[in-house]
């Protein structure tokens, strides 16, 4: 019912290995204790006081930690030192109260767990049950759950070996020509393409540019780019590119991914990320209903400076992916309510806005991740695209578009 992505999850569930627990001691606990809490050998008693898990947040793509309270026993509130807990995981709110999905037991008196080796982009549920020394365990139903971020996936395009060749296309009919030829100073042309300087600088200086090259903006830049090329007077001497237009077809492709992704000299190599220790920032991540179906984000600039484009702008550099749910376990993470990018006016701002339409509920929960540009070659469309009736191919598209999210975030809670 949900979609292909759903399943693609669940088959790599299948592929996963039992997890290992926290790294030390507690680990050698997995056999041993693990087999005795699958047998069904324990009971289930309400003398064990236990108010379950507290909380299972994502670290990375593939770690998730639990941590829950001390468990008691009634009626002396003793036995905190000596109780175990059992971890139990799965893909939705039911399964996790299976027996089959337990996971993990612990050592006595520890009250949290590092779960390792799982999926990327994923929500994984979680439970907590506490286990006395007698094996009875506390009848405990509640369920947190986290959601891994996608994988980190850089950028496709290479300056050096994927753009910087192009430049050395044979003019059509003089086979020694390229653009080379004529653009290297103290060449004819005053644009220099033999450095990644010069094409960013274009007819202008680093400092103050006069480039095709408009950051991000893959298309407009490729329209620039002809428009500047078969301008007057120019034009004549790149008239055998214009007129047998071959070699300039194949740098569209390229030239086009190369500025959707930032116009970087590597492909960014790492996600960005909220500040959220930052102290100037409190209060700065929140929402609110602005009339009956609109609610408004507010929300602090993730940094990622090494994606930093060269005219230092933060505009346009990052998207927020805004993910909301009637509540923190039914955020919809197939299809974001909104993607927010940053202007040249809220660049200057020390926080970014933007709104969505809500009719759900009174009530709502949302995450806002930052993602880098790294994906923005992929073709991708939030107003038409629909997980449930999404090709294989859409569904990829997706994904490799959404990727390079920030791993921490916080949740808003917003009401009516
Ligand atoms: C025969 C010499 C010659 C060749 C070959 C040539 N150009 Fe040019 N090009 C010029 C001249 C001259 C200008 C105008 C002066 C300038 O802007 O550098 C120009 C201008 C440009 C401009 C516009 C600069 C701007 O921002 O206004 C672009 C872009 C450009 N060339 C790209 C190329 C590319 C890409 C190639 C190879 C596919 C190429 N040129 C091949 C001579 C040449």
Not at 273 to 302: Q, R
Request: hydrophobic share 40%; proline share 7%.
């Amino acid at each position: 019912m949900r979609s292909a992505l759903k399943f693609t999850a669940l088959s790599l569930m299948a592929l996963l290995p039992v997890a290992c627990g926290p790294s030390g001691p507690s680990a050698n606990a997995i056999g041993g204790i693990g087999a005795g809490a699958n047998n069904g050998a324990g009971l289930g008693t309400s003398d064990i006081l236990f108010a379950g898990i507290l909380s299972a947040d994502a670290i990375n793509p593939n770690e998730v930690t639990v941590t829950w309270t001390d468990a008691v026993i009634l009626p002396n509130l003793g036995g905190a030192i000596t109780m175990r807990y059992q971890i139990y995981r799965g893909l939705d709110a039911e399964t996790v109260l299976q027996a089959s999905a337990l996971v993990f037991t612990t050592e006595p008196g520890v009250t949290s767990f590092v779960d390792i080796g799982l999926p990327d982009n994923t929500t994984l549920y979680y439970r907590v049950v506490a286990l006395d020394t007698d094996e009875r365990f506390s009848l405990t139903t509640s369920v947190g759950n986290a959601r891994t971020p996608a994988e980190y996936g850089p950028g496709s395009i290479s300056y050096d070996s994927q753009i910087l060749p192009l430049w050395s296309t044979p003019m059509p009919g003089a086979p020694a020509t390229n653009c080379l030829s004529c653009h290297t100073l103290p060449g004819a042309g005053q644009l220099d393409l033999s450095t990644l300087q010069g094409v960013l600088a274009g007819i202008g200086t680093l400092q103050n540019p006069n480039s095709f090259v408009i950051p991000y903006q893959g298309e407009a830049s490729w329209a620039e780019f002809l428009a500047r090329m078969s301008a007057l007077p120019t034009l004549f001497q790149h008239l055998p590119y214009l007129t047998a237009p071959e070699g300039l077809a194949a740098m569209e492709v390229p030239i086009k991914a190369w500025i959707a992704e930032g116009a970087l000299a590597a492909p960014d190599s790492l996600p960005p990320v909220f500040e959220f220790a930052d102290e100037e920032l409190a209060g700065t991540y929140f929402g609110s209903f602005l009339d009956f179906d609109t609610v408004s984000v507010t929300f602090p600039h993730a940094i990622d400076p090494e994606s930093l484009p060269f005219n230092g702008s933060v505009a346009g550099q990052l998207e927020y992916a805004v993910y909301a749910g009637v509540d923190s376990s039914s955020i919809y993470w197939d299809k974001p309510v909104a993607l927010i990018t940053v202007d040249l006016l809220q660049a200057a701002e020390t926080t970014v806005s933007g709104t969505f339409d809500w009719t759900e509920s009174d009530s709502l929960v949302v995450v806002i991740r930052p993602l880098d540009a790294s994906g923005r070659g992929v073709p991708f469309d939030l107003a038409t695209y629909d997980p449930e009736t999404a090709t294989a191919q859409e569904l990829e598209n997706f994904r490799l578009r959404m990727r390079n999210q920030a791993s921490n975030e916080r949740e808003m809670i917003i009401n009516r």
